[in-house]
């Protein structure tokens, strides 16, 4: 069975930094596109990068571009979101989700395009 389970979140100051874990048991083929989500207290849900499987092509939202480094290990077929120099405005629950077919720069953040979720894991960037 297809499951995404993340991991990695806590706690950290101002300008430090957390790596995320999106483990992806059953995403070994390479027609997907995970994608990383947070949701910061009363806002919406908003797309923070994607790895797509097929090429390795990313993409980052324009606030995080510098700061984010989304990878793969091919290994044992987990995503990581690393996070840099961290903002209170960061602050979130981090989802990875799973979209079907290779999105692009047009697409990768239409979160109806991600049918599986996991469970979110909490960053709180605070002093």
């Known amino acids: 069975q297809v499951q995404l389970v993340e991991s990695g979140g806590g706690l950290v100051q101002p300008g430090g930094s957390l790596t995320l874990s999106c483990a992806t048991p059953?995403?070994?083929?390479?027609?997907?596109?995970i994608g990383w989500f947070r949701q910061a207290p009363g806002k919406e849900r908003e797309g923070v990068s994607c790895?797509?499987?097929?090429?390795?092509?990313?993409i980052y939202r324009e606030s995080v571009r510098g700061r984010c480094t989304i990878s793969k290990d091919n290994a044992n077929n987990t995503v990581y979101l690393q996070l840099n120099s961290l903002k209170p405005e960061d602050t979130a629950v981090y989802y990875c989700?799973?979209?079907?077919?290779?999105?692009?720069?047009?697409?990768?953040?239409?979160?109806?395009?991600?049918?599986?979720w996991g469970q979110g894991t909490q960053v709180t960037v605070s002093s």
């Open positions: 989700a799973a979209a079907f077919g290779s999105l692009d720069t047009r697409t990768w953040s239409n979160q109806k395009l991600y049918r599986m």
């Open positions: 059953g995403f070994s083929r390479d027609y997907w596109t």
């Open positions: 790895f797509r499987l097929r090429d390795g092509i990313t």
